[in-house]
């Protein structure tokens, strides 16, 4: 009892060391995906070889500020922001599977559980645009509240054809019926289109970074934040992005099962690889479109993504009434 | 019952007076809009100006007529040889200079390859307002060819310094039209891919068509000029209408939108690129051989009089209105700024759209402060 | 280009209280002369009756006896330009506002009062554009104070 205890409190660090790490690392990596997309060469100074530890010097730099709360905001709000942006970004990762038998805690409502924490981590900008008593940012904090609860909605439907194929919400038995079957990006193409564009929506990235466009409020909801409080907001941000993709991954192409019977190369590898393609497609989109407008974006929610999820669902019933 | 019918009839709706500062990464200089906003819905423009006055007209009046031309190429400093050209043209009016052909070919060439240099920059900054990160970087690609042509020309690479009265500073370099040349082969492809990239992108359109619109008759009666009245349908273009230098032997169109919103104003200018393209190709083959510089007396003293001379800047029609006592300084500079004129519109074409709108807007008039505030 | 020798005398005729002639720099332009108290009928005139619909600017020179009042406005069918110009003198510099005739004057002469302290009656918003609203005195004229930077903090 006691070694199972330890072993899932293990399981835990590990999960947590990894997410931080690799936040920092897509922190490196957005920049210099960002700056070869733009012709530029990113980071190349702060550790020789393409600048592998500007990561590190921005965390160092980030910790070392003063922490300024602004004398008339709204303390408790100010404070509890980055707090409640951080921890659904970490909660997530302790039901997704990073191998056979690597995973903290396997729900059998895995993916309930996911789509509620996720729900929490929308109210985080909310929080923290009300909290900074600042007009950009009560915009900012409006949008965004608007933006994150539509697109909600398509994302979570656009789950429940996976878990219509899977019958089951535990992710462990999702990954497992992927592997017995196929991957379900060739059962679920509109679903997967619905989640992809959902989730980059969620996850608040161009075109959908409303609620932050630097262009308009110039920061948005957090404006005024600086030091380790944003360094929070942003860390909380690059675990989400990572968060959605490791998503993506074991719920569209199979977790950690690995394609062709390529089984030499170890499950964890694949995970990594499937993640980091879904983080390279998002930074992707976000350097190479423009903006859309608050209005737009609810249009595309609620006339576009939910109709397609729901005629998603309808196809998956048919389909698995007449293929079964 | 009465009461609570009254009492929904009127529904409390609060107005929210927000401060776009001076500083602000989309205001294109040191502008301050205070924008009074119902929701996300703009109801009011102010534009606050005079943050980048540096009283350019009264120095104008303490130097030579000579010395005032690099402070004319601080005002428009995106497009710094326009100005030169403005206020050298309405003293060369005033004092009824000649200048030699080959001079006027090269003022010619210098101002369409100026155009298209503002165009790019306007298109980078453009994407940027919109939040398409990455054109700005490609459009700077093609920009910098251009300035290191003009740096090899007139030695600088933002403010020049380059036309005088009566003609230019210098003869243009060896390998200026080899590597002219190349630049304009790169423009093509580099405008392909502009078009790819964001121009034809579906958001793009979203976010300008149907929107900013402008009717022909506001943008006349407001004073409108270049891309932002011709987009509105009125086809005046002061290179076509009262063609000075040697506009008239040169074969190119303007483009003229159709319905004045924000996307007929940004592909106006996309087409004037290519158009400014054509000129400086015809002009660079019939470039005659001769001086550079005309006769011009070594004091220059106009006589006594007012002279006022309009260029087709690439925001507009840039004018300067020069009050002569025959003495060696200017009795007075008016420097007519198109994007001062321009700043009016705003109240005009953002009122009832958003504020993702509003900085669209702005940005789709193309300002540059140092223009607006001298 | 426009030769405005012909319009020059139609404006003659029609404007029997103005001065008008062609310039003597430029063949497009035709030089309007008004008194204070007739300016803003000539130029309603212009536009009306003339075609001059598009205003380019409106400015002020600070003349030794005088300011003057400089609207220069552009007919773009014929690409004919007028400039009209009013004196004013300087202890009373008062003159009716242009901005029902064209609403872009609105600008311009908020400029004119700001650099030279010309009150334009009938501008709905006649305050500095260029200074900042505390600034005093009007120092595009030419009798400007001699440390200009002391007196707008004083």
């Not at chain 3, 006896?65 to 300087?90: C, F, G, M, P, W």
């Amino acid at each position: 009892m006691m070694q199972a205890v330890l072993w899932s409190v293990l399981k835990l660090l590990i999960v947590l060391t990894f997410i931080l790490l690799n936040a920092m690392l897509l922190i490196w990596l957005e920049r210099k995906v960002s700056a070869w997309i733009q012709l530029r060469l990113g980071p190349m100074r702060v550790g020789r070889p393409q600048g592998w530890a500007q990561s590190i010097a921005d965390v160092l730099k980030l910790l070392f500020k003063e922490d300024i709360v602004p004398s008339r905001v709204d303390k408790v709000l100010f404070v509890l922001g980055p707090i409640i942006a951080f921890m659904p970004a970490l909660m997530v990762w302790a039901v997704i599977p990073f191998g056979p038998n690597f995973v903290s805690a396997d729900l059998n409502i895995g993916v309930l559980y996911i789509a509620a924490i996720g729900s929490i981590g929308l109210m985080s900008i909310f929080t923290g645009g009300w909290g900074s008593n600042n007009k950009w940012s009560l915009i900012s904090a409006m949008r965004s509240a608007a933006q994150l609860f539509s697109y909600e909605v398509p994302l979570v439907l656009a789950l429940i054809g996976v878990v219509m194929l899977a019958g089951s919400l535990s992710l462990t038995d999702i990954i497992r019926a992927q592997q017995e079957t196929a991957w379900y990006i060739l059962y679920q193409p509109l679903g997967f289109l619905v989640f992809l564009i959902a989730g980059i929506a969620e996850v608040n990235r161009t075109p959908f970074d409303l609620s932050e466009a630097e262009s308009e409020l110039v920061a948005g909801w957090h404006v005024e934040y600086s030091g380790l409080r944003w360094a929070m907001y942003f860390l909380a941000e690059y675990g989400n992005l990572l968060a959605l993709s490791a998503l993506a991954a074991t719920l569209f192409l199979g977790g950690w099962t690995a394609p062709f019977g390529l089984d030499f190369i170890p499950p964890f590898v694949w995970f990594l690889l499937k993640t980091y393609l879904f983080v390279f497609v998002a930074m992707w989109i976000r350097w190479t479109f423009p903006r859309v407008r608050i209005d737009q974006l609810m249009d595309l929610s609620w006339k576009f993504l939910i109709p397609v999820a729901l005629l998603n669902i309808a196809l998956t019933g048919i389909g698995i009434t007449i293929f079964s | 019952m009465r009461e609570l019918t009254s009492a929904k009839q009127e529904l409390h709706r609060e107005e929210m007076v927000i401060n776009m500062g001076p500083q602000h990464p989309s205001t294109h200089g040191v502008l301050r809009a205070v924008v009074t906003l119902e929701g996300e819905t703009v109801r009011g423009v102010d534009p606050v100006i005079g943050y980048l006055h540096r009283c350019f007209e009264k120095i104008c009046e303490q130097k030579t007529w000579t010395q005032v031309i690099p402070y004319t190429d601080r005002t428009d400093y995106v497009a710094a040889l326009t100005n030169e050209l403005a206020y050298v043209l309405a003293v060369e009016k005033l004092m009824g200079l000649e200048v030699p052909e080959r001079a006027q070919y090269i003022r010619v060439i210098m101002a369409e390859l100026q155009r298209i240099a503002s165009h790019l920059l306007w298109f980078g900054t453009f994407g940027n307002d919109l939040g398409a990160f990455t054109p700005f970087l490609y459009a700077f690609r093609e920009r910098e060819t251009l300035i290191d042509i003009f740096e090899k020309t007139t030695g600088a690479r933002l403010t020049y310094n380059y036309i005088r009265l009566g003609g230019v500073r210098n003869d243009l370099p060896a390998d200026f039209e080899r590597e002219t040349l190349a630049f304009l082969e790169k423009l093509e492809k580099g405008l392909e891919e502009y078009h790819n990239l964001l121009i034809g992108n579906a958001i793009f359109e979203y976010r300008t068509k149907g929107l900013g619109v402008l009717t022909a008759e506001q943008a006349v009666a407001w004073g409108a000029s270049g891309p932002t009245l011709r987009a509105s349908g009125v086809a005046w273009d002061l290179r076509k209408s009262e063609p000075y230098l040697v506009y008239d032997r040169f074969d190119f169109e303007v483009p003229v939108g159709q319905k004045g919103d924000i996307y007929d104003r940004c592909i106006c200018r996309m087409k004037e690129m290519e158009e400014s393209a054509k000129i400086v190709r015809q002009a660079l083959e019939g470039l005659p051989e001769g001086d550079v510089v005309g006769k011009v007396p070594r004091v220059i003293k106009p006589p006594q009089g007012q002279a006022y001379a309009a260029v087709e800047a690439p925001r507009g029609e840039l004018g300067c209105f020069v009050v002569s006592d025959g003495g060696i300084k200017p009795y007075r500079v008016k420097w007519r700024s198109p994007c001062f004129v321009h700043l009016q519109l705003l109240d005009v074409i953002a009122r009832g759209e958003l504020v993702a709108d509003f900085i669209a807007n702005i940005g789709s008039i193309d300002i540059i402060l140092g223009e607006v505030d001298r | 280009m426009a030769d405005v020798r012909e319009l020059v005398d139609k404006v003659a005729a029609d404007l029997s209280f103005a001065e008008v002639s062609q310039s003597p720099v430029d063949v497009g332009e035709m030089v309007v002369k008004v008194d204070r108290e007739k300016y803003l009928a000539a130029c309603r005139r212009l536009r009306d009756e003339f075609g001059f619909d598009y205003l380019s600017f409106v400015t002020c020179v600070d003349y030794p006896e005088s300011l003057e009042i400089v609207a220069y406005a552009i007919n773009l069918e014929t690409q004919a330009r007028v400039k009209v110009l009013v004196d004013l003198s300087k202890e009373e510099p008062e003159v009716d506002s242009l901005v029902e005739v064209w609403p872009t004057a609105n600008w311009h002469e908020r400029e004119a009062y700001d650099l030279f302290g010309v009150v334009f009656r009938g501008h709905p918003d006649l305050r500095r554009i260029l200074l900042h609203e505390k600034f005093e005195g009007h120092p595009l004229r030419k009798d400007y104070g001699s440390n200009p930077l002391l007196k707008a903090y004083e």
